[in-house]
């Protein structure tokens, strides 16, 4: 078959990869000038099925609340008055209750162990470098009571089957002593040996360059304007350089996706979530952490990625801007020195912004669509690096007619 992936993100790539393995002939379009350069381009980094809680739980409605007068807060609502963002809000909050929380977890934690399987697969087939580390991601808490209470929630992560170790201040350095000099600061730690981490725009230009090299065609710098339908099925994709058309069609345009969407009269729960991340050159490699984490309690997310060490924070309900200024980067800056100084040039960064393509309860949309030949694989939110492999594979499995390895509740589509 012949197929169109809209979108060259890394949840695009993925699933032309899959899609190719499966003999399929693929064709990915992109607005921009290559792979990844939109939501996949600055994100954390973390490979972390160890953090997939979902984001919708019984405490954001409040966080979202205090946002709205303090700075602090994990979940920040800022209210744009527009109708898209008001009908999201409804639903993200109608999954903020325990049952829905601990569904949603549930089935997030499946998706993101399957889909670290499937990275590892792919990692071993095409030998792409990404400066990705194994050897575990660390969640670190600065209280007795925040990491108590930590070690009590991993509980639904551990039936999910991850091995989860909680360790001491001393047991936490032992595992990074990149983190000693900020010993005084941790109380203790989740580690999660499993997670992993690297650079998912890396990633993504790596297998791309493999992708074309098995055949598939890349057309950059092409906006889709329009979908066409006839019949049940779509007819054709319109760009502004004409028309093209294919056996199917994959959507996998992040939090553009409900745009697109919308000209088949499809309706996508997909909001943007805003976060930020600053990119510093490693100066000290022994002051450097040595595997990539959490400050639980700052919100602040740590990875290095070769010699660069990337921090990442902030996730704001807030509209569709990347817009970006040094002084946003400030409070992220002030806590990251305070456990990393000397280990890195926080004279240089490169600053970033990007948005998390949220549906409200944080698992995408894998499924075929109301129209036979138009699929879905998009709304990853805070965890698209994690579980682009495995969508991608249960995508081309449905494809494909097979029966995906794992269950796909709460992936489905709802119209
Ligand atoms: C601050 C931050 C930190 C994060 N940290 C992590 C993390 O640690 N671990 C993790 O697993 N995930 C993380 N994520 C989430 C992850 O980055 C996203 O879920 C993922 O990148 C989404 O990928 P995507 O391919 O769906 O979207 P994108 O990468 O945005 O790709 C969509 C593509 O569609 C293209 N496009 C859009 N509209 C059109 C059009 N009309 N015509 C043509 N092309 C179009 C865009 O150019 C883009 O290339 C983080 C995200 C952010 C913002």
Request: charge should be neutral; proline fraction near 5%.
């Amino acid at each position: 078959m012949h197929i169109v992936v809209l979108g060259a993100g890394v949840i695009g790539v993925t699933t032309a990869w899959q899609l190719l393995k499966d003999g399929h002939e693929v064709t990915v379009i992109d607005k921009a000038d290559g792979p990844a350069t939109f939501s996949s381009f600055g994100n954390a980094g973390l490979v972390a099925p160890g953090h997939s809680y979902a984001w919708s739980s019984p405490t954001a409605p409040g966080m979202m609340l205090r946002s709205l007068w303090r700075g602090d807060q994990a979940i920040r609502f800022k209210p744009e008055f527009t109708m898209s963002q008001a009908s999201w809000i409804v639903k993200f909050l109608g999954q903020c209750n325990v049952k829905s929380a601990s569904e949603n977890t549930r089935n997030k934690s499946r998706l993101c162990i399957y889909s670290q399987t499937i990275l590892d697969e792919v990692v071993a087939e095409t030998r792409v470098k990404y400066d990705g580390l194994d050897g575990g991601l660390i969640y670190f808490y600065r209280t007795p009571s925040a990491f108590d209470a930590a070690v009590t929630r991993a509980q639904i992560l551990r039936d999910a089957g991850l091995s989860i170790e909680a360790l001491d201040r001393d047991q936490t350095i032992a595992r990074d002593p990149g983190l000693a000099p900020a010993a005084s600061q941790i109380v203790g730690s989740l580690f999660v040996p499993s997670d992993a981490s690297g650079d998912s725009n890396l990633f993504t230009i790596a297998l791309a360059k493999k992708c074309a090299a098995a055949g598939c065609v890349f057309r950059y710098e092409e906006e889709i304007r329009n979908i066409c339908y006839s019949g049940g099925q779509v007819s054709a994709i319109i760009t502004d350089r004409g028309e093209i058309t294919a056996d199917a069609y994959v959507l996998c345009l992040g939090v553009y996706s409900p745009h697109l969407a919308k000209k088949l009269k499809i309706k996508l729960p997909i909001y943007p979530v805003k976060g930020y991340s600053a990119t510093l050159n490693i100066t000290n490699p022994d002051r450097a952490p040595k595997i990539g984490g959490v400050d639980e309690e700052n919100l602040l997310a740590y990875c290095p990625m070769g010699n660069r060490l990337r921090l990442t924070a902030t996730a704001e309900i807030a509209g569709y801007s990347t817009a970006h200024k040094p002084s946003d980067f400030s409070d992220m800056f002030a806590k990251a020195k305070a456990l990393f100084d000397d280990a890195a040039d926080f004279d240089n960064p490169q600053y970033w912004a990007g948005l998390r393509p949220m549906t409200p309860t944080g698992l995408p949309i894998i499924d075929r669509s109301r129209y036979e030949n138009f699929w879905i694989n998009t709304g990853h939110g805070h965890m698209g690096w994690t579980m682009s492999n495995g969508s991608a594979r249960i995508l081309a499995d449905l494809v494909a007619q097979k029966r995906p390895a794992i269950a796909r509740e709460g992936m489905h589509y709802e119209n």
